[in-house]
């Protein structure tokens, strides 16, 4: 439920303050009424015209539209809480809020199928003209997950294409961070209130999301995350975007519902293909089965959807880090030579080192790893040394 | 009649020498014994009475008392039982006085006569040389170890009427009676040590180099990996590749063990690094040592040789948390009812672990762990204990092509002899300095014996800030760099040194962060 703090009846100030319209405070307050669905919300509207006669409306007509139960609640609810009280509440939490009637509200999420009837935000609402990739993925990714949706999601930033996601544990936050990272926007739409930090552990991405995009949700803020409240959001997610991405996922991964909605709403699916060993990459390799979209690197999705041109980029870095190795010891080009996007522990390198009958001590392998790590060629990770893409 | 007899007490430690006076005077008949004493000691009244009856000696109805110093010490071990009957024996006139001159006497007695073998003999004989006792008459199955010692002659005796005969024969004839032990330095060889080698382990040539980093500058060290990886199989073998234990280690080693009552006639001395290997459900006691009757624990019997504790996260908190005096102070001080004691404690710390519950991490195809129970997995090794330990290395999955290959793979032989290379270089450099390992120098004097070249200062301050790496952690990645350098047969430290050191902390960054 939501809790409302201030009581005094200020509605007409704020209006005047913030130039909101009173429509649009209606609205809110019907919108923070959770258990009716967006579609009962749209033929409210409808049946009475605009957000405040809703707010308004005979007992008759209520039970009309939402039956008999439903209209008592409605009615309790609007004894309960007052439009102002709620306005109130959004302003001081600084959560803003906007409608389907409002001007700014996204035409992307207006042209699905089962669109929102408002959205409940922090920080900003993304660009109406700018590009947008959903990068979705496993919560529990691999090594080769976590790599690939960092530097897809560095390159999209790089081209100025917005990511939207989930910003749940694993694929979702590791786009959404690194597209950050980068110095790009990223917005996250999530399945509970938009006040509410879920999963805990990506505090810091929620910060760093509000100053440099955005916390979209349908659903009012303080309310609490509920499993049957993510595959509904998941539509959102793939409607604010051009391209949904799947970065990893199993076979039977709620990513997947990501991908339905989005076929649904027109939108192209890509995915990046694994290994077919790899659980993690059964549902992306099952999906490219079907029509999906190979994504093999950012450009080619940025080629294809025209959204600028990366031959440039995609040459002069190479050459770059080419020139660079050309200046390090023998030792640590044989090393680069079997360093991989895929992490490799220091055993492993080894071990394909002897395979290519290399004769570097470990010493000089270990030495080897470090110069290319200073040099910023290479980076670790649990242990684990893999190349860092130019 | 009063008569006094040497024995020995061991005392945490180290051992003093006790006296026992026997007084056999006219009275009221009796049995009396005083010196602040523990039941077990109470009780060899009763065992000396019926022992003495049974090696035919008839104890006349006299008032006897019994009194042990020094009486501020408690008194616990049944060893006091043979150097009792000894002096009642000799106040009642049995022996004569001479016969007991300079001479130690240690055992307990069994009803028949018999005379069982005790605890801390080792330590006893050896401070019975030092306060020139002439001769020790110890239980024939403490014997071997007694003879350790040297230039003192050491009696074994099986029973109580061999001891009287042997104590009445004039001095001349007592060699021929039962001749002095001789010293022979028994070798103890561990069954595990001699029958594992390095070159059965196939791959993990950078989990061994680890090892054999660690061994060279006695680095504490944790492997992380999946299990099956070998990390068990490699810390087995890693006894083999350390040196041998010194006569003054092996004697100071072998005390320890003759305190906790584990030397015998089969194995009178250690001669072999121990290897310690206890189970994650060992109890605090047991691993610091203590009861109610003081024992060194685990930690103290791994004292210059290896603690092996695998699967770490397993163990208790505090279990854990013991470590961190020993880690620190090489001792551990342990505070008891009847005193407190300080049991030296100098090991080599050899911990395996896996990186997360299920134990495949970060192998995503076969481990469904969360990132929060990984974490607080992880969370299990606290930072003080995690700061102690110098080198982290991965043991990563072993294929199945790997495993099954036959391969030329160094054996434990080689490996030892560089790291006692390494090692005689550290004595030579701490020749006049408390320090015999790298691993031990004090941050104040890594600048005297780390000197670092303005190439190597440049390339830390780069790594530092690349790794972000805290003071302790600078300085441990200098002293493994050091211990690389040795190994190298190097003097000064190299950049390709420091390169390696830094790869041994990359670890413990990235799994800790």
């Given at each position: 439920m939501i809790k409302i703090i201030g009581g005094k009846d200020t509605i007409h100030k704020t209006v005047i303050n913030n130039e909101v319209s009173a429509q649009k405070v209606y609205a809110c307050w019907l919108d923070t009424i959770y258990w009716i669905s967006s579609r009962i919300k749209y033929r409210l509207l409808d049946v009475a015209g605009s957000t405040q006669s809703i707010y308004q409306m005979a007992q008759e007509q209520v039970e009309a539209v939402m039956g008999k139960r439903g209209c008592e609640r409605f009615v309790q609810h609007r004894e309960h809480y007052k439009p102002s009280r709620v306005w109130n509440y959004l302003a001081q939490s600084g959560i803003s809020y906007t409608y389907c009637q409002e001007p700014d509200f996204p035409q992307k999420l207006a042209r699905i199928p089962d669109p929102p009837f408002g959205i409940f935000y922090k920080g900003e609402l993304p660009e109406e003209n700018v590009p947008a990739v959903a990068m979705i993925g496993a919560r529990k990714c691999s090594t080769y997950g976590r790599c690939m949706a960092e530097q897809f999601a560095a390159a999209f930033a790089a081209h100025e294409v917005n990511i939207i996601s989930g910003m749940a544990m694993g694929i979702d936050g590791i786009s959404q961070a690194a597209a950050l990272k980068a110095g790009g926007r990223s917005y996250a739409v999530l399945g509970c209130g938009v006040d509410i930090v879920y999963p805990r552990t990506n505090e810091t991405l929620y910060q760093q999301l509000a100053a440099q995009g955005g916390l979209l949700s349908e659903y009012p803020p303080q309310m609490a995350p509920r499993s049957s409240m993510f595959p509904p959001r998941n539509r959102l997610i793939s409607a604010l975007s051009d391209v949904v991405l799947v970065v990893e996922a199993c076979e039977k991964s709620g990513t997947l519902i990501t991908v339905d909605m989005a076929l649904e709403q027109g939108r192209e699916v890509y995915a990046i293909p694994g290994r077919c060993t790899d659980s993690l990459s059964m549902g992306c390799n099952r999906l490219l089965r079907q029509g999906a979209v190979v994504a093999s690197a950012p450009e080619d999705i940025i080629e294809d959807m025209g959204w600028g041109q990366c031959h440039t980029r995609k040459y002069s870095g190479k050459t770059s880090s080419i020139r660079l190795l050309e200046t390090l010891s023998p030792t640590s080009q044989e090393v680069y030579a079997v360093l991989d996007v895929l992490p490799a522990s220091q055993d492993g390198i080894v071990t394909k080192l002897r395979e290519k009958n290399s004769t570097c001590t470990i010493p000089q392998i270990y030495q080897g790893l470090v110069e290319l790590e200073l040099k910023g060629l290479v980076m670790s990770q649990n242990g684990q040394y893999r190349i860092i893409m130019p | 009649m009063y008569s006094r007899v040497i024995t020995g007490a061991v005392s945490g430690i180290d051992s003093i020498l006790a006296t026992v006076e026997v007084d056999a005077s006219k009275g009221m008949p009796g049995f009396e014994m005083v010196g602040q004493l523990s039941n077990e000691v109470r009780e060899a009244k009763e065992r000396v009475r019926v022992a003495l009856k049974n090696a035919s000696v008839e104890i006349p109805p006299m008032r006897i008392t019994v009194s042990i110093s020094p009486a501020e010490m408690r008194k616990e071990s049944a060893s006091y039982d043979l150097p009792i009957a000894v002096g009642i024996l000799v106040s009642l006139g049995l022996i004569p006085r001479e016969g007991i001159q300079d001479t130690l006497i240690l055992g307990e007695l069994g009803l028949d006569g018999e005379v069982y073998s005790v605890r801390g003999v080792l330590p006893i004989v050896q401070k019975a040389k030092q306060e020139r006792v002439r001769r020790c008459i110890l239980p024939l199955a403490n014997v071997r170890e007694g003879a350790v010692i040297g230039g003192i002659d050491i009696i074994g005796v099986g029973n109580l009427s061999d001891t009287i005969a042997y104590l009445r024969e004039v001095e001349e004839r007592k060699a021929q009676k039962i001749a002095p032990a001789e010293r022979t330095l028994i070798t103890h060889l561990d069954e595990m040590d001699m029958d594992v080698d390095f070159a059965e382990i196939n791959g993990q040539e950078a989990v061994k180099r680890a090892v054999e980093v660690a061994a060279a500058g006695f680095h504490h060290i944790l492997m992380i990996g999946p299990p099956g990886s070998g990390k068990t199989m490699i810390a087995k073998r890693i006894p083999a590749i350390l040196p041998d234990l010194s006569m003054e280690e092996s004697l100071e080693v072998s005390t320890i063990y003759s305190v906790a009552g584990q030397l015998d006639d089969k194995r009178a001395l250690i001669t072999r690094r121990p290897f310690l290997d206890p189970h994650h459900t060992i109890s605090e006691q047991a691993l610091a040592g203590g009861g109610r009757i003081p024992k060194p624990g685990v930690i103290s019997l791994a004292h210059r040789g290896i603690l092996f504790m695998d699967e770490l996260p397993e163990f208790r908190r505090n279990t854990l948390e013991i470590l961190r005096q020993p880690l620190e102070d090489k001792r551990i001080h342990i505070a008891r009812t009847y005193g407190s004691f300080i049991y030296p404690a100098d090991f080599m710390l050899v911990a395996a672990m896996n990186p997360c519950p299920c134990g495949y991490?970060?192998?995503?195809?076969?481990?469904?762990?969360?990132?929060?129970?990984?974490?607080?997995?992880?969370?299990?090794?606290?930072?003080?204990?995690?700061?102690?330990?110098?080198?982290?290395?991965?043991?990563?999955?072993?294929?199945?092509?790997?495993?099954?290959?036959?391969?030329?793979?160094?054996?434990?032989?080689?490996?030892?002899?560089?790291?006692?290379?390494?090692?005689?270089?550290?004595?030579?450099?701490?020749?006049?300095?408390?320090?015999?390992?790298?691993?031990?120098?004090?941050?104040?004097?890594?600048?005297?014996?780390?000197?670092?070249?303005?190439?190597?200062?440049?390339?830390?301050?780069?790594?530092?800030?690349?790794?972000?790496?805290?003071?302790?952690?600078?300085?441990?990645?200098?002293?493994?760099?050091?211990?690389?350098?040795?190994?190298?047969?190097?003097?000064?430290?190299?950049?390709e040194h420091i390169s390696e050191a830094v790869c041994y902390r990359r670890n413990d960054k990235d799994y800790w962060g």
């Open positions: - | 991490y970060p192998d995503r195809s076969r481990c469904n762990c969360s990132d929060a129970e990984i974490k607080k997995y992880l969370s299990k090794i606290s930072g003080p204990i995690l700061d102690r330990i110098d080198v982290v290395t991965e043991a990563p999955r072993v294929d199945i092509h790997q495993l099954s290959a036959t391969m030329q793979n160094e054996c434990s032989a080689d490996i030892k002899a560089r790291v006692m290379e390494a090692r005689e270089r550290q004595k030579y450099r701490y020749k006049n300095t408390a320090y015999r390992f790298n691993a031990e120098i004090g941050s104040g004097d890594i600048r005297t014996y780390c000197k670092l070249g303005t190439g190597e200062q440049k390339m830390m301050e780069e790594v530092f800030t690349m790794m972000n790496l805290s003071a302790r952690a600078y300085h441990k990645v200098i002293k493994v760099a050091r211990t690389i350098a040795d190994l190298e047969g190097k003097d000064d430290i190299c950049t």
